[in-house]
């Protein structure tokens, strides 16, 4: 374990990863603060004291609210993937550069789509950035299955 802190692809790893979960864990206290200003809540227990009229009103989707909901979905759907292949490609002993590359593009790019997406930018910003992280995902992958494949 102790040899593992002193790789430097690791240490790098566990940085970039430390910082796009960071930034996935930041979108729930966004999606509250859109769910209390845009007066947009989820749940009855959420609105005490409301008359059943007020509580109809308040308890409708709200598109922004739902935007940043989709925004964290997404980010579920990709930052987990990074974090389990981005920790065996760290083991397959890449060099630096190559895994500071894959490491720095996914991260750019989840924190690009995170802004494009909540700022509403128009396509393709929201499309690019997702697929090129998806890439550098793959990209890692593709070098464990083909350093470690064992069928």
């Not at 209390?36 to 989820?42: D, G, V, Y």
């Not at 004291?49 to 989707?61: D, F, L, N, T, Y």
């Not at 920790?87 to 494009?116: D, K, N, V």
Request: hydrophobic share 50%; proline share 5%.
């Amino acid at each position: 374990m102790a040899g593992l802190l002193e790789d430097q692809v690791f240490m790098a790893y566990t940085t970039y990863a430390a910082i796009v979960v960071v930034k996935m864990m930041l979108m729930s206290p966004l999606t509250a603060y859109f769910r209390i200003t845009r007066k947009a809540f989820a749940n009855e227990e959420d609105i005490p004291g409301k008359s059943e009229e007020e509580k109809k009103r308040i308890m409708r989707p709200n598109a922004d609210v739902e935007r940043v909901r989709r925004c964290h979905l997404n980010d579920l759907e990709n930052v987990i993937p990074f974090v389990f292949i981005g920790f065996f490609y760290a083991l397959t002993g890449p060099e630096l550069s190559t895994a500071l590359l894959h490491f720095r593009i996914f991260a750019g790019c989840r924190i690009f789509h995170t802004i494009s997406y909540v700022g509403a930018f128009p396509q393709p910003c929201r499309g690019l950035s997702f697929i090129v992280g998806l890439l550098a995902t793959f990209s890692m992958a593709y070098r464990v299955l083909s350093t470690i494949l064992v069928l």
